[in-house]
T-cell receptor, first 116, second 115 residues
Framework: AQKVTQAQTEISVVEKEDVTLDCVYE???????LFWYKQPPSGELVFLIR??????QNEISGRYSWNFQKSTSSFNFTITASQVVDSAVYFC?????????????FGTGTRLTIIP | DSGVTQTPKHLITATGQRVTLRCSPR?????VYWYQQSLDQGLQFLIQ???????AKGNILERFSAQQFPDLHSELNLSSLELGDSALYFC??????????????FGPGTRLTVL
């Protein structure tokens, strides 16, 4: 069965600090897909990134970067020079290649608070 | 704005009642997914429809049912409501299903409160 663990329940940092959110996953599939979503205080779920298991290249998008390490089953998310608008709950999610069941399995989320 | 719309935004009802949540996917998206977010269970997959047909089921209670209509909008029906059904219900959509994997775009959610 697939599982996603976000061990950090809550993190608080001062504005402009860098912060890394951890995500560890479990799956028996050799092909799978990983996602990060952001849930701001308004409540909606905002898609941030998708990563395929066969593409281990790290990705950077502005202040956001993602580190995919297949060897440790981790897909960590780093925010550089954090801003107050980054305050939200961040979810890591996993989708296996089972085409009959395309659900996302979410971690429990990490609540990030950026202190001005 | 993800392009996925959900109505109503808030719903307050009493135990034992029945409610219907509505979702309109992004234009052109054929797959619709329903998720429940509660404090004790987190974000849980309920059910998926693809082009009108049920594709996958998750932790959906027998009191809950869903359908997807020919115009691709979907409804989630919750009956015999209990206090524990209070949660945020999300709808998500993707363009395809099967071998092509796309990210799911989520609607704003319907917050259900059962009193």
């Amino acid at each position: 069965a697939q599982k996603v663990t976000q061990a950090q329940t809550e993190i608080s940092v001062v504005e402009k600090e860098d912060v890394t959110l951890d995500c560890v996953y479990e799956t028996r599939d050799t092909t799978y897909y990983l996602f990060w979503y952001k849930q701001p205080p308004s409540g909606e779920l905002v898609f941030l990134i998708r990563r395929n298991s066969f593409d281990e290249q790290n990705e950077i998008s502005g202040r956001y970067s993602w580190n995919f390490q297949k060897s440790t089953s981790s897909f960590n998310f780093t925010i550089t020079a954090s801003q107050v608008v980054d305050s939200a709950v961040y979810f890591c999610a996993l989708r296996e290649r089972n085409f009959g069941n395309e659900k996302l399995t979410f971690g429990t989320g990490t609540r990030l608070t950026i202190i001005p | 704005d993800s392009g996925v719309t959900q109505t109503p935004k808030h719903l307050i009802t009493a135990t034992g009642q029945r409610v219907t949540l509505r979702c309109s996917p992004r234009s052109g998206d054929l797959s619709v997914y329903w998720y429940q977010q509660s404090l004790d269970q987190g974000l849980q997959f309920l059910i998926q429809y693809y082009n009108g047909e049920e594709r996958a089921k998750g932790n959906i209670l027998e009191r809950f049912s869903a359908q997807q209509f020919p115009d691709l909008h979907s409804e989630l029906n919750l009956s015999s409501l209990e206090l524990g059904d209070s949660a945020l219900y999300f709808c998500a959509s993707t363009r395809t299903s099967g071998r092509e994997v796309n990210e799911q775009f989520f609607g704003p959610g319907t917050r259900l409160t059962v009193l």
